[in-house]
């Protein structure tokens, strides 16, 4: 059975903080979860991540119900527990006391053996002059590209 890919990525999570910290973590998913992240209807965008009670949480990810589900059916904006290390916990718990910090997912993909992953970050909020500067480096980049394209 060839593997297939799942690209279901948070692209405003670069934008909108600066990335300390990143952490590769499994997902607790119920049977019909996983069927709707293999077809693609997930999402990260609003997602962040929760200490709470000696764990670490994901809050407010989007898993569409799987069409073919029965009352079996999942909620789609449940709590879903990640997977780490007890040192990796640790170190999060101490992260997010410090105001102004927060745990964010920046991607969801399948491991070579087939199960679940995200990969969190440990982030800052950026400034909007900060969000300028980025705006402007990715536009300078965007221009030399052209150019060098013309030169050729």
């Known amino acids: 059975m060839p593997q297939q890919q799942i690209n279901i990525q948070n692209k405003k999570a670069r934008f909108e903080y600066h990335l300390l910290e990143e952490y590769v973590a499994g997902i607790q998913l119920k049977g019909t979860e996983i069927k709707?992240?293999?077809?693609?209807?997930?999402?990260?965008?609003?997602?962040y991540g929760i200490f709470h009670e000696g764990e670490v949480?994901?809050?407010?990810?989007?898993?569409?119900?799987?069409?073919?589900?029965?009352?079996n059916n999942h909620?789609?904006?449940?709590?879903r527990k990640l997977l780490l290390n007890s040192k990796e916990i640790i170190k999060i718990e101490k992260f997010l006391k410090t105001k102004g910090n927060t745990l964010v997912p920046v991607k969801l993909f399948l491991s070579e053996k087939g199960w679940l992953k995200i990969l969190i970050a440990c982030a800052?909020?950026?400034?909007?002059?900060?969000?300028?500067?980025?705006?402007?480096?990715?536009?300078?980049?965007?221009?030399?590209d052209r150019a060098l394209k013309k030169n050729r």
């Open 57 to 71: 949480y994901i809050r407010n990810m989007y898993i569409s119900e799987y069409e073919k589900g029965s009352y």
């Open 124 to 144: 800052t909020g950026k400034k909007t002059h900060d969000k300028r500067q980025d705006l402007k480096l990715k536009d300078d980049k965007r221009e030399m």
């Open 75 to 79: 909620r789609p904006r449940a709590d």
């Open 36 to 47: 709707s992240i293999r077809n693609g209807k997930a999402s990260i965008m609003e997602a």
